[in-house]
């Protein structure tokens, strides 16, 4: 069974920098694609960021050139580094893995922006 765990969220202020991290265990195989939404308060969650198990990064307007994507594939983890956060980028973040279609989601981390 496939789980996914996030750590790193917390406060930080405006134009300061957070990295989260998330690890997944199970029968994780290639090709798929690991990475992160967020889910605002009253709003929808949206893609932030993703990566191909062939690096291939996808971004949110809203985060791109501020916010960086990696992955460890050999420890089935996947990162994000925030650069730059604005107020705007409060939110709950949650780790994604879409493997044979299909998507799996960790229990989000929060992420707080304060002026």
């Known amino acids: 069974q496939v789980r996914l765990v996030e750590s790193g969220g917390g406060l930080v202020q405006a134009g300061g920098s957070l990295t989260l991290s998330c690890v997944a265990s199970g029968n994780i195989f290639s090709p798929n694609v690991m990475g992160w939404y967020r889910q605002a308060p009253d709003a929808q969650r949206e893609l932030v960021a993703t990566?191909?198990?062939?690096?291939?990064?996808n971004y949110a307007d809203s985060v791109e050139g501020r916010f960086t994507v990696s992955r460890d594939n050999a420890k089935k983890m996947v990162f994000l580094q925030m650069n730059s956060l604005k107020i705007e980028d409060t939110a709950v973040y949650y780790c994604a893995l879409t493997l044979l279609s299909r998507n799996y989601w960790g229990p989000g981390t929060q992420v707080t922006v304060s002026s």
């Open positions: 990566m191909s198990s062939g690096s291939k990064t």
